[in-house]
């Protein structure tokens, strides 16, 4: 087999020395003659090869023969095989051709190799885009090729095939057809004719071919090339197979070439294109489109190069041109203000500035990608509504085939719109009616627009504001006025043109004050402020003026415009604020504030001529009671009555303030001596002692009073004020209606309040409260039949602290909610535990605050509790006072349904000291009234006590409420009680509060005796 690859050779050699035997012959017959042993010489080098390479004992006879049989043999082995033959267009890609064998190769009938893209889509999806790249470049190359390829079979399975190509051409040189030998690969050596004819079919493509054509080792040494490759190259065959391709290759491109070739071989990649620059024989230049492709052996290992040469020397000069008109064309493009876009006839931007782009909010490279209909750009009409891309004018342009000029809008990344106005020209080519690009200017027409915009709105701001507007000339005479102008001064346009602008911006004020105007003017551009100004009718009033300089761009002042209102009611509604902004709008009175700077004032010239200044700080009693009963528009009436009371008692010169509320204070200068203020206050305390006139009432109030003087009492308004505050306290303590001065023992017992209040605070942490029980007893026979739980603090180091002195501390810090909160609970545990011994169930009766009343949620802490301690509702009994239920009756009443509704009694403590409205006790649904002990005390020797204590018992039964006494403490006030009919009492003549055990102890024995349990408590 080796010795007929070489036959070609052979016979080569004998064809380049047969005109040598020709000539020395003589004549024609002398060359038939060499013919003939050029002939036979070839026929015994084939039996002798044959011979060696199979058998041999065959005659040259047997290789004649099997060379007219060639063809027969070449189509009996492709039936024999899985080859698979097939022609096709390679215009339309149809197959005109195919072989039986097509079936047995793929499995698909042969009508299916006939459709379109058959061969396409069986291809392996590994192998597809490689293959199909690699048919398209050669037969564009136009030479005969083969590919070893993987294909799908019908079942799915994969088939290798080497898909041999051949390129038929017409007399013309075109391309008429294209056939293909699919060949399965185990059975390849069956094809070894198929790629000689191949070979044969492949030398004569090469030869014809119109671009240069060369064949390379992998060293990259020409071993052949074509006629065309040594005319664009202008080196001899014999000369170029001596050289490297890469001598050809200019010095400037070698490293660009050599970086594309070198990965080549020992990668996938089976081509690579490049445009280069060679040198020719002369030393001249070529420019040359140069493709080098990877030749694989069948084991597809790279074997050779093939490269492909085209001459582009003269489109290299063409497009050297086009480049340097398109760089022009550019130049002008991207100076332009204006913007400029072309597109294609499928919309692709070809060519754009960057003005185009910065309108868009684009970069240059975003907007070559934007398409109008991409819905990137929400393009919208006048009204926002959205605008289709097809209405917009390129397109507009390219469908009707003529210009096109419209406003378009559209809507930018932050929401904004903008406004351009386009232009667009459709391009035609001469051999094409149609359009196949169109040219678009855009300007951007949004800050011409707004600015056309505000100057209608300033035009419209000047001839409509409310304001007076001014425009005067560099020389600041007046040019144009504001119909505002007319209204607020009087003059008409013709009073006023021509004029300074001072004459009538501020014409009472002095040439040098706006001198000083001007100045701010240059230095600042601008100058604000108050003047006064005369109308036409010589009336003055106030203005605040404007004055701005308008330059122009050389800088330079141009216009004056000045603004102004008149600020007469601003004046009038400043004054009236700055009044409300320190006096109370009540009664009139300074407030707190202009109290306090006042006195500072005092302190100050107090201090320098060293006297002295008093103040007092009132409260005026019981406020809150009668604001509450009467209502707020009476208590108004009466602190207004008040203030002009307290007014008629002290200098002009002295300082009244109402601090808030029902709180006074009183700052009295140039006291003479200490008892000065003294006699203020008694002078202020008989003021008030007329009763006030107040609607149809007749209402009588008093004043707690504390005085404190500079310096002896303080010498700053914070200590004076906190020290007369205490000293008011004091007169409160003391009975109300009165005066007290501040004494350091007064200052020590706030310091001790403050301290209890702090002490208490830990008691409760601490457990140092505990409750005390006292008996209520019944006055038919003596049995206890209820208790009233009271509240007792031993604290470990100040001993029994009396409940008067620290429940009203409690209720001031607000610590008598948690206080309260704790003594129900602890009062209905004890209850119960008490029922648990078997001990008769009796009524725990537990006083409830106000505070704790209006802050805490009472039902939610009442239901807590109960459901906590598992105490019977019913047992309970809560006692509210009078004050309590006055206040804010509607919510009261809300919140006492609601307790009834979890079924607990309430009881009205104190009763006969307040209102004692009737009408009350028919509304709350009270169960029980207890009688004050302030009455119950004196009965058996004051008629009035007497008589109070027997109609309270008497409206009890009338009411069908029960009633019990407290303060019982000798046997004459029960024996009145129990004669009255009074169904209960309680007090120390059974005994005083109780521990729990004590109290147990009774509850054991049910009756009470004084006797007995005065002495059960002196033996405890």
């Known amino acids: 087999m080796h010795a007929v690859r070489h036959i070609p050779l052979a016979l080569a050699s004998l064809t380049a020395t047969a005109p040598a035997f020709a000539s020395d012959a003589g004549g024609g017959a002398g060359m038939w003659i060499w013919i003939s042993v050029i002939a036979i010489l070839m026929a015994a080098l084939a039996i002798v090869v044959a011979i060696e390479a199979r058998r041999r004992t065959e005659t040259l006879k047997q290789l004649r023969d099997e060379a007219r049989t060639e063809a027969e043999r070449f189509r009996k082995t492709i039936e024999g095989t899985n080859a698979v033959a097939w022609e096709f267009d390679p215009t339309n890609n149809l197959c005109s051709y195919v072989s039986p064998q097509a079936e047995l190769l793929l499995g698909f009938p042969l009508n299916a190799w006939t459709q379109p893209g058959f061969w396409r889509e069986n291809i392996h999806p590994e192998d597809r885009s490689f293959v199909i790249e690699f048919f398209r470049a050669q037969t564009e190359l136009g030479y005969d090729h083969e590919l070893e390829y993987r294909m799908l079979h019908a079942d799915g399975q994969t088939v290798f095939v080497r898909d041999m190509r051949t390129v038929h051409r017409k007399p013309d040189g075109s391309i008429d057809r294209i056939s293909s030998l699919l060949i399965n690969l185990s059975v390849h050596k069956a094809t070894e004719a198929a790629l000689e004819d191949s070979e044969a079919r492949f030398r004569s493509t090469f030869e014809q071919a119109a671009v240069g054509i060369a064949m390379c080792s992998l060293a990259g040494r020409y071993s052949r090339v074509n006629r065309r490759f040594t005319e664009i190259s202008g080196y001899s065959e014999a000369d170029l197979l001596q050289m490297g391709f890469r001598e050809l290759v200019h010095a400037d491109d070698a490293q660009r070439f050599d970086a594309q070739l070198m990965p080549l071989a020992g990668s996938d990649r089976e081509v690579i294109t490049l445009e280069m620059r060679i040198r020719r024989r002369d030393g001249s230049l070529v420019w040359v489109a140069m493709t080098v492709s990877v030749v694989r052996a069948l084991s597809r290992d790279p074997s050779q190069y093939m490269v492909v040469i085209e001459d582009i020397s003269g489109r290299k000069q063409t497009e050297a041109v086009l480049r340097e008109s398109e760089a022009r064309m550019r130049t002008i493009i991207s100076s332009l203000d204006e913007g400029i876009v072309m597109r294609n006839a499928a919309g692709d931007v070809e060519v754009c500035n960057e003005a185009v782009a910065k309108i868009y909010g684009m970069t240059l490279a975003e907007f070559y990608r934007f398409r109008l ?124 043109i021509g004029h300074s602008l001072p004459d009538v911006t501020g014409s009472r004020h002095e040439t040098g004050f706006f001198e000083g105007v001007w100045r701010s003017i240059e230095r600042d551009g601008f100058w604000q402020g108050e003047v006064w100004n005369t109308r036409k009718n010589g009336k003055a009033f106030p203005a605040w003026l404007s004055i701005s300089s308008v330059r122009d761009h050389d800088g330079l002042i141009s216009n004056y415009v000045a603004v102004f209102s008149d600020i007469t009611e601003r004046k009038a509604n400043e004054a009236r604020i700055a009044y409300l902004a320190h006096h109370d709008p009540l009664t009139g009175l300074p407030n707190r504030a202009l109290m306090q700077d006042r006195l500072s004032q005092s302190l100050a010239r107090a201090h320098r001529e060293r006297t002295m200044v008093g103040l007092l700080f ?71 002692a007329e009763p006030f006139d107040v609607d149809t009432h007749r209402i009588g109030t008093s004043f707690s009073i504390g005085i404190a003087v500079y310096p002896n009492d303080g010498r700053d308004p ?42 208490l605070r830990q008691a409760v942490e601490r457990n140092e409260l505990t409750l005390y029980y006292q008996p209520q007893v019944s006055l038919k026979d003596g049995m206890v039949v209820g208790a009233e739980a009271l509240l007792r603090w031993q604290h470990p180091q100040r001993g029994f602290i009396s409940p008067a002195r620290f429940i009203p501390i409690a209720e001031e810090s607000g610590l008598i909610v948690p206080i309260g909160r704790w003594v129900l609970r602890e009062a209905c545990r004890q209850a119960r535990a008490w029922e648990k011994q078997g001990l008769p169930p009796i009524m725990m009766a537990v006083n409830m605050s106000a505070l704790q009343f209006r802050r805490d949620n009472v039902v939610a802490m009442v239901r807590e509790v109960l459901e906590e301690t598992g105490h019977e509702p019913d047992r309970v009994e809560l006692e509210l006072t009078e004050s309590l239920l006055m206040e804010n009756a509607g919510e009261v009443l ?116 004084p006797e007995a349990d005065r002495a059960m408590l002196s033996i405890g």
Not at 385 to 397: D, V, W
Not at 958 to 980: C, M, N, P, S, Y
């Open 894 to 1009: 809300s919140t006492i349904q609601q307790l009834k509704g979890l079924g607990v009694r309430l009881s009205i403590d104190d009763f006969g000291t307040g209102y004692s409205s009737l009408s009350y006790l028919k509304r709350f649904a009270v169960d029980r009234l207890k009688i004050d002990q302030s009455f119950v005390r004196d009965v058996p020797i004051d008629s009035d006590d007497a008589a109070i204590v027997r109609a309270i018992i008497q409206l009890g039964e009338a009411l069908k409420l029960d009633v019990i006494a407290e303060g019982a403490e000798t046997i004459a006030q029960v024996e009145f009680l129990r004669r009255e009919g009074c169904s209960e009492a309680q007090g120390y003549y059974w005994c005083p509060p109780v521990p729990p055990g004590v109290f147990q102890s009774m509850l054991h024995r049910g009756i009470i005796t």
């Open 373 to 496: 209909d991409s819905g990137q750009i929400e393009f919208v009409f006048a009204d926002g509504s959205q605008r289709a891309a097809e209405t917009l004018p390129p397109m507009l342009a390219l469908a009707g085939d003529e210009p096109v000029a419209d406003m378009i809008a559209f809507r930018n990344q932050d929401g904004e719109i903008r406004t351009l106005w386009t232009k667009s020209t459709p391009l035609h080519r001469e051999d094409d009616p149609r359009p196949y690009a169109v040219v678009t200017t855009v300007t951007d027409m949004t800050q011409r627009l707004q600015g056309e915009a505000e100057l209608r709105l300033a035009a419209s701001v000047f001839e409509n504001s409310v304001e007076a507007i001014v425009v005067a000339g560099a020389d600041r005479n007046i040019v144009r006025v504001n119909p505002a102008f007319s209204t607020v001064t009087g003059f008409e346009v013709r009073d006023v």
């Open 718 to 759: 914070e200590s004076l004020m906190k020290n007369a505050d205490t000293a008011m306290y004091h007169a409160k303590e003391s009975g109300r209606n009165t005066f007290r001065f501040f004494t350091e023992a007064m200052n020590a017992n706030a310091l001790e309040r403050l301290q209890l209040e702090n002490a």
């Open 618 to 688: 009132l409260d005026l009693d019981r406020f809150k009671m009668i604001n509450d009963s009467l209502g707020h528009h009476a208590g108004d009436r009466l602190l207004q009555q008040v203030a002009e009371r307290v007014r008629t008692c002290v200098r002009d010169s002295d300082t009244i303030c109402r601090q808030g509320g029902d709180e006074f204070i009183i700052v009295l200068n140039d006291m003479p001596n200490t008892r000065a203020p003294a006699r203020v206050a008694e002078k202020i305390l008989g003021s008030l």
